[in-house]
């Protein structure tokens, strides 16, 4: 089966410019996580969703960053107005109910700001 | 509260030799341990976890783990480094129960030396 996808891959976004990542978790997942990992450091929980529940929006860093799951399914993550020090490797994880411990990652989006 | 710290970011071993990565943990519960790994321009990769059963964690890659409650200690060892093995290396911990957050460590980059 397919694992967890992201998209795109790459972006290179203008400071000020709003941007979204995408993330596709494993099939019947029901809960998805994003992290942030920026250069030298480990990774930073930004949100996770959990079924029906209200996400746990503990670790965005400010307003400008947003997510959304549609569906109990996909994921965006916006980041509006960009500014350079939101260059990081974004990174998407899913677990099953059946194990919820075990977080499955997808490749990440790489996002330079210039 | 739960945290884990990684001594040393950066550890080079010989082909041939003992890997050893060390992790320590905090948490107010009985902590789910986790060791990733992660190759380059790559997504992570679960390489073992902890979650109360036997101490002794063996994943995949010839690697294992020895959770130990007395020393807050979860170090990764394998007997033989290939060189294969040159990634980076993040130790995590969560709280038993449910969906939790995931705490990462900052992450450690093992060189293998031919």
């Known amino acids: 089966g397919a694992g967890v996808s992201q998209s795109p891959s790459n972006k290179v976004t203008e400071k000020g410019k709003d941007v979204e990542l995408r993330c596709d978790p494993i099939?019947?997942?029901?809960?998805l996580y994003w992290y942030r990992q920026s250069l030298g450091q480990g990774l930073e929980f930004l949100i996770y969703?959990?079924?029906?529940?209200?996400?746990?929006k503990s670790g965005l860093p400010s307003d400008r960053f947003s997510a959304e799951r549609t569906g109990g399914s996909v994921s965006t993550l916006t980041i509006q107005r960009t500014q350079q020090e939101d260059s990081a490797v974004y990174l998407c994880?899913?677990?099953?109910?059946?194990?919820?411990?075990?977080?499955?990652f997808g490749p990440g989006t790489r996002l330079l700001v210039l | 509260a739960q945290s884990v710290t990684q001594l040393g970011s950066h550890v080079s071993v010989s082909e041939g030799a003992l890997v050893l990565l060390r992790c320590n943990y905090s948490s107010s519960v009985p902590p789910y341990l986790f060791w990733y790994v992660q190759y380059p321009n790559q997504g992570l990769q679960l390489l073992l976890k902890y979650t109360s059963a036997a101490t002794l964690v063996k994943g995949i890659n010839g690697f294992e783990a020895e959770f130990k409650k007395s020393e807050t200690s979860f170090h990764l060892t394998k007997p033989s480094a290939h060189m294969s093995d040159a990634a980076e290396y993040f130790c995590a911990v969560r709280n038993s129960g449910g969906y939790q957050k995931v705490t990462f460590g900052t992450g450690t980059k093992l060189q293998v030396i031919p």
């Open positions: 099939s019947g997942h029901t809960a």
């Open positions: 969703f959990q079924g029906n529940s209200a996400p746990d």
């Open positions: 994880a899913s677990s099953s109910s059946t194990s919820k411990e075990t977080q499955y």
